[in-house]
Every structure is written in structure tokens, then in C-alpha cells.
């Protein structure tokens, strides 16, 4: 997709980061209420380095975003070592299938290789085949848990 840059979620990007959430809920049978909230993304955000949600947007170039991944800065007692434990990874309905969930989980990689994460987990619930077709298509090692 051309004219769209991925960058690290700001405040401003918490309405937007919201909106996905409760998609996607909807799309994994969540069809009550979640306690998420755009306020609680947005004072996240504001910690910056100190706090422990990583995100990023995917955004178009009149602003609108497109698409997004949280994550989470995690520990491992057994690797004694940061790890990096990716939430969510969505694109809007209308950007789907022009590679913009490759991206994401490209940029996504490449934040863990930067930062210095020991590895970069994330899971799929068994009935999201599309999902599950998606992340199988990468070079991932699927973990015996």
C-alpha cells in the first residue's frame, strides 16, 4: 500500500486504536461491552519509554489510521532476558489484503530487533483460521505451550 507510514502510536492515536479493539472483539464473538477505553490507551501511551504498551500505526497520508499493533514489554525468567508479547496486530476492513498486516508484523520485528527483545510471542485463538493462515505464512516457531 503506497502513501502509508507506519509509526510508533502516539495519544492522538487512541480513538483510533480503541475503534480496532471493539472490531475486533466483534469479530472473535466479544459482543458485550469490553472495559477498554480510549483514555487508558492514551495515558499508556503518554509514559513513553516507561510504559508497557508498544504500539504502532499504520497510517494513510491525510492521517487517517489504518491499521495497528499493541504490544506489551515483557520478562522471561527462563530466557532472563526482555521479550516482546505483540496484543494485537489489526487492519482496517478496508485496507485488508494489500500487505499492510506484513508490514506491521515486519515493523513489529524489526522494534524487537532494535530494542533488544529476546524474542517477539504472540498467539491465535484456535477458531481464527485466517489469522492462524496469516502468521504461518512467516518464519515463526510455534512454542509447545
Request: glycine share 10%; aromatic share 8%; net charge negative.
Amino acid at each position: 500500500m503506497d502513501g502509508i507510514t507506519i509509526r510508533r502510536a502516539e495519544e492522538r492515536d487512541a480513538e483510533a486504536m480503541l475503534a480496532f479493539i471493539e472490531e475486533h472483539a466483534v469479530i472473535e464473538g466479544e459482543t458485550g461491552a469490553i472495559p477498554a477505553s480510549a483514555a487508558g490507551i492514551a495515558t499508556e501511551l503518554a509514559k513513553g519509554a516507561a510504559s508497557v504498551l508498544v504500539g504502532l500505526v499504520a497510517e494513510e497520508a491525510g492521517g487517517a489510521v489504518v491499521g495497528m499493533m499493541m504490544g506489551n514489554r515483557m520478562y522471561s525468567s527462563w530466557l532472563t532476558a526482555p521479550y516482546f508479547f505483540m496484543d494485537d496486530l489489526f487492519v482496517a476492513a478496508r485496507a485488508r489484503r494489500m500487505g499492510l498486516g506484513s508490514r506491521l508484523l515486519a515493523a513489529t520485528a524489526q522494534l524487537c530487533r532494535d530494542e533488544g527483545y529476546a524474542r517477539l510471542d504472540w498467539s491465535v485463538g484456535a477458531e481464527n483460521e485466517r489469522a492462524a493462515a496469516f502468521y504461518s505464512s512467516f518464519d515463526a516457531e510455534e512454542l509447545p505451550w
